[in-house]
Every structure is written in C-alpha cells, then in structure tokens.
C-alpha cells in the first residue's frame, strides 16, 4: 500500500502528457537501459555499480529511468541537485542517494532530514558539516587532476590530519578522471595511482573513480563503486573492445508538407539554390529540438529505411529534407522521418558532427517530446 500511494505521489508530480502530434518525438526504451546497467554489473571483476541520473537523467526523465533502474536492482544513484534527490528518494525510498553538487548552500541538517548525501568538494564544506552535522553521511570529492571542482591533495591531506573527519561519516571518496574517453592515458593511471594514495587516509570510505569507459577497461579501475551514465543511455563514450551499450532512444519528426521546388529556387535563411526540380518535405525538427550547429549539412535522415539529405538551414522548429527520389506514396504528411533509430544511432550522430554523444543524447532529451516504451510502471 505505501509503495502505491508513493507512485501515485510521483504521478501527481509527473503526469502523463498527452502526445503532440506535430513535434519532434524522442522515444526511450526503459528496458533497454535496464538490461544496459545489468551488463555493467556483469562487467565488474570485482565493487559496485551504481547510476549517475543527473540533469534529469541525461535528458530522458528521472522518474521512469530510476524506475527502471530500481527494477533492474540498482540502488545507489548520483544526481546533480537536492531536488534531483528528493524526486529519487520519492521513487525509490531505500536508496542511497549521493549529491553531486554538494552543500551548495543548503544546511547539513537538510541532508540528513532528507537522507541525502552530498559529495562535499571543499574544506569549507567538509568544516561546516562536522560542526552542524555530526555524524552525518557524506561524500567527498577529490580533485585528483581535473582541476574543476573538488578537494585538492594537499588540502585533503592537511584535514585527513586533523580532526572534522572523525566527526563524519565517510561513506565514499571519489573522484574524476580527466582522460574518460581514452582509458589508457597515462594521466589516468597517474591520476588512479594519486587517488589510491588519499583513499587510503580514509580507509572505511568506499572508493569511487570508474566511470563508464572504465568499467570496461580492465580490471585495475574496478575499484569500491562505479558511477557508470553514459554506458546506461547507449552512449559509447569510449572506443573499447567490449564496450556494451545497446540503443535507449529513437528520434523522429512528422512530416508537415511536401511540395515541389524548381530549379533556381530558393531555399532557407542562407539562401541555398536548388540547381534541379527538386521535391522537398518539411518536417517539424528544429534548432529549439536540440539540433547543434552543421546538424542539417553533416547528418542524415531515413524515410522507410532509406537514407534522404537534409536540405537548407535548421530553423527553431523546421528542416526540410531531400525526398525527390521517393514515390508520392512513400512520403506524405505526418508520416514519421527517422532522426535517431535502426539506421544511425546516437554515436554515428555524433561521430558526424564531432561532438561527445551526450550533448546530443541532452539536448534531445531536453528539447522534444518524450515517450517511454517497455519499463516498469512508467505511466
């Protein structure tokens, strides 16, 4: 009875909204990132996986991929915010929910009535945590090369010396590493070997450095507990033999209008010259959908499976696509177009343009509509 009046709790939080059906449509298949965590788990030669959901779990709503996390048995999660957590703790009470922004301003005391742990990233944070909060659970970043946020050695050296860290429960230690898309880079093994070092001043906390590329590059970083992301979303964010992430999500747009063009014709905000009579089909995908820059002159999309170019400039909510070579009953109004699916996934995006795939993954999550396939309870 208290697990369903918590869901529905959740559901008053994130009702059901009804599909537009002129927009962009994101689809994330809640098994796949199930089954996606399950092989990280398999991976490990030894500690824990945990999931990092932060910023609304990549983009793809926190309340169903928690869900299906939780059903898949994960239960320690990173995210971004102290709201991120409590939205966490509603979906999943017996959770070890991790902070990653730390105090961020909030007191101690919230943490510990919300039963949240914040990743503390500075000796400030950590002083004023032994003295309101005695006792208190936490984790603490440390800065062990990244240079962009956490405890650095020898000021976590000087306060292992000291006393606040008696007055705290460590739960974990970690840190980041800078080289996450080339595992054998010799700055992460120094960076691990530092890391080992200041672990082991603190030797009841859990280390925690892998992240997702690590998981899979060998046993010497599966080290305490693995905060894995990417890996869960179908992002490669490394090219490794082994490396296990199968697709989460498929991107299409409808159809808004074909029409044709003749040569000499222009077309787009840049003016784009159609050399030949050309057939044209605008579709409702936009730069307000996500689409970075050079989307629509490096990338492609699928219409019944076959490869159409994108023609013109993206505008807010508008591009238009190539379809001259398509019969008029293979391309009509609101049929579906292809962005994200069998034919090209979020890493063959992403390799086009450039870009690490989870600005993509993010900014279509952020951006279009979502809906969930498979999943437990999702609604």
Request: hydrophobic fraction near 45%; glycine fraction near 10%; charged fraction near 20%.
């Given at each position: 009875?208290?697990?369903?009046?918590?869901?529905?709790?959740?559901?008053?939080?994130?009702?059901?909204?009804?599909?537009?059906?002129?927009?962009?449509?994101?689809?994330?298949?809640?098994?796949?990132?199930?089954?996606?965590?399950?092989?990280?788990?398999?991976?490990?030669?030894?500690?824990?996986?945990?999931?990092?959901?932060?910023?609304?779990?990549?983009?793809?709503?926190?309340?169903?991929?928690?869900?299906?996390?939780?059903?898949?048995?994960?239960?320690?999660?990173?995210?971004?915010?102290?709201?991120?957590?409590?939205?966490?703790?509603?979906?999943?009470?017996?959770?070890?929910?991790f902070?990653?922004?730390?105090?961020?301003?909030?007191?101690?005391?919230?943490?510990?009535?919300?039963?949240?742990?914040?990743?503390?990233?500075?000796?400030?944070?950590?002083?004023?945590?032994?003295?309101?909060?005695?006792?208190?659970?936490?984790?603490?970043?440390?800065?062990?090369?990244?240079?962009?946020?956490?405890?650095?050695?020898?000021?976590f050296?000087?306060?292992?010396?000291?006393?606040?860290?008696?007055?705290?429960d460590?739960?974990?230690?970690?840190?980041?590493?800078?080289?996450?898309?080339?595992?054998?880079?010799?700055?992460?093994?120094?960076?691990?070997?530092?890391?080992?070092?200041?672990?082991?001043?603190?030797?009841?906390?859990?280390?925690?450095?892998?992240?997702?590329?690590?998981?899979?590059?060998?046993?010497r970083?599966?080290?305490?507990?693995?905060?894995?992301?990417?890996?869960?979303?179908?992002?490669?964010?490394?090219?490794?033999?082994?490396?296990?992430?199968?697709?989460?999500?498929?991107?299409?747009?409808?159809?808004l209008?074909?029409?044709?063009?003749?040569?000499?014709?222009?077309?787009?905000?840049?003016?784009?010259?159609?050399?030949?009579?050309?057939?044209?089909?605008?579709?409702?995908?936009?730069?307000?959908d996500?689409?970075?820059?050079?989307?629509?002159?490096?990338?492609?999309?699928?219409?019944?499976?076959?490869?159409?170019?994108?023609?013109?400039?993206?505008?807010?909510?508008?591009?238009?696509?190539?379809?001259?070579?398509?019969?008029?009953?293979?391309?009509?109004p609101?049929?579906?177009v292809?962005?994200?699916?069998?034919?090209q996934?979020?890493?063959?995006?992403?390799?086009a343009?450039?870009?690490?795939?989870?600005?993509?993954?993010?900014?279509?999550?952020?951006?279009?509509?979502r809906?969930?396939?498979?999943?437990?309870?999702?609604g």
């Amino acid at each position: 009875m208290l697990r369903l009046k918590e869901a529905q709790a959740v559901e008053r939080l994130h009702p059901p909204v009804e599909e537009p059906a002129a927009r962009a449509r994101l689809t994330v298949d809640l098994d796949a990132i199930g089954r996606n965590f399950a092989a990280v788990r398999g991976a490990l030669s030894q500690g824990a996986a945990s999931a990092v959901v932060k910023r609304d779990a990549y983009g793809l709503g926190l309340v169903p991929v928690v869900r299906s996390l939780a059903a898949a048995g994960c239960r320690i999660f990173w995210v971004e915010t102290f709201e991120e957590g409590l939205s966490v703790r509603q979906v999943v009470a017996g959770a070890r929910v991790f902070v990653l922004q730390g105090l961020a301003g909030r007191r101690p005391q919230d943490f510990v009535e919300a039963r949240l742990v914040p990743a503390l990233g500075t000796a400030e944070e950590i002083a004023l945590s032994a003295r309101a909060a005695p006792g208190m659970s936490v984790a603490i970043n440390l800065d062990t090369g990244l240079g962009r946020m956490g405890v650095l050695p020898d000021t976590f050296r000087e306060i292992a010396a000291g006393s606040a860290l008696e007055s705290l429960d460590v739960a974990v230690l970690m840190s980041h590493l800078a080289g996450f898309s080339e595992p054998d880079r010799d700055g992460n093994r120094s960076q691990l070997a530092l890391f080992q070092e200041l672990s082991a001043l603190v030797p009841d906390a859990l280390p925690s450095i892998a992240t997702s590329s690590f998981v899979y590059a060998g046993p010497r970083w599966h080290i305490g507990l693995a905060r894995v992301g990417s890996a869960l979303y179908g992002v490669h964010s490394a090219r490794i033999a082994g490396y296990h992430s199968e697709p989460v999500i498929a991107l299409d747009a409808p159809v808004l209008s074909v029409q044709g063009l003749q040569a000499g014709s222009s077309l787009g905000y840049r003016g784009d010259r159609i050399d030949e009579p050309r057939r044209i089909a605008t579709i409702a995908l936009g730069y307000a959908d996500g689409l970075p820059e050079a989307f629509t002159d490096r990338c492609s999309a699928f219409v019944n499976n076959r490869r159409v170019a994108f023609v013109g400039d993206a505008a807010m909510t508008t591009t238009c696509v190539d379809v001259t070579g398509l019969a008029d009953t293979e391309i009509r109004p609101r049929q579906r177009v292809e962005i994200v699916g069998p034919n090209q996934d979020i890493n063959d995006l992403s390799g086009a343009l450039g870009i690490n795939p989870n600005r993509l993954l993010v900014a279509f999550g952020l951006s279009t509509h979502r809906t969930y396939q498979g999943g437990a309870g999702h609604g």
